[in-house]
């Protein structure tokens, strides 16, 4: 898929999270503080948290497909890793705000008036609602190939089952447990600070230059073994960048070729790799060997 469908693809499906957030967050907080539910009103900060994660995905998107400049030769693709680590913070933070509220309110929570039935029915459409987003939202992460837009659509699926935690917990206080709504909050604060660390610790490790996965390093090395040339690989590097991947290698090719004989196999080999694999740049070096030797792997 080229950068431009990527882009848009990214685009139009962060403005449908916008919509529906922003639908969200103003029925479930005007709901849940007219209904007296504090898991709703939890809920509903939640979406908003989603609301402002969808801004930070559209700012990146925006500014990740620019082309490579002077300050950034390789481009601009770990914007996107860096807005997951800003996405990780914001639903750490509001996941630790939730946590701390609920705990507050769960010693006065006998003391408290049962909720109005609305809550409940608020809660269900917010869960439905979740649920269909997070399905279209990862359909297109995946189709696009975006950790970014992957990181959003789950924090979809997360607001979905913190939703149906706020419906169980408004459901025992319409049966006549008071107790169960702010313990649903807490449960929604938990489940909250929990993503949000995943998903900065992940773009963390991937701003530190992380390698590809085991099983992308094994495709890229049967890509290039594969060349026509090339008698094998060793010294193959990866580190990513945004959702891509830069790659060094070794490549190994008969000692009798010319300097341009071993540059168009070098040359044949980027294109391969870049082409059947999310891999945005390859360097390689050459090593001359003789026809029937296959050196072990590691570096020379």
């Known amino acids: 898929m080229q950068a431009a469908e990527r882009q848009q693809a990214a685009h139009r499906s962060t403005w449908v999270s916008v919509l529906v957030n922003v639908l969200l967050t103003i029925v479930q907080v005007l709901t849940g503080l007219w209904a007296g539910s504090q898991a709703l009103v939890a809920d509903g900060l939640h979406s908003l948290s989603d609301l402002l994660s969808d801004f930070v995905v559209l700012l990146a998107n925006r500014h990740s497909h620019k082309d490579a400049d002077a300050d950034h030769q390789y481009g601009h693709r770990r914007f996107e890793t860096a807005a997951s680590l800003a996405l990780g913070l914001l639903l750490t933070i509001v996941g630790g705000a939730l946590l701390w509220q609920a705990v507050l309110k769960v010693s006065e929570a006998e003391l408290a008036a049962p909720v109005h039935v609305a809550a409940l029915v608020v809660a269900v459409i917010t869960l439905l609602s979740k649920e269909a987003l997070f399905r279209y939202m990862l359909a297109v992460a995946q189709r696009v190939r975006s950790s970014m837009l992957v990181a959003n659509a789950w924090h979809a699926r997360s607001d979905a089952a913190s939703s149906l935690v706020v419906a169980l917990g408004i459901a025992g206080n319409l049966a006549g447990l008071p107790f169960l709504d702010p313990v649903a909050a807490l449960i ?19 701003l530190m230059d992380r390698a590809a996965s085991e099983e992308q390093i094994a495709e890229i090395r049967r890509v290039l073994e594969d060349t026509p040339g090339v008698l094998g690989v060793h010294g193959l590097r990866t580190r990513k960048m945004g959702d891509m991947i830069l790659v060094d290698a070794h490549l190994d090719v008969d000692e009798r070729l010319t300097v341009r004989q071993g540059h168009e196999i070098a040359v044949l080999a980027r294109e391969r790799v870049t082409q059947d694999l999310p891999v945005l740049d390859l360097m390689t070096h050459l090593d001359p060997v003789p026809v029937a030797t296959r050196p072990q792997d590691g570096l020379t």
């Open 188 to 206: 929604v604060g938990l489940m909250v600070g929990r993503v949000g660390l995943r998903f900065g610790w992940d773009a963390l490790n991937d």
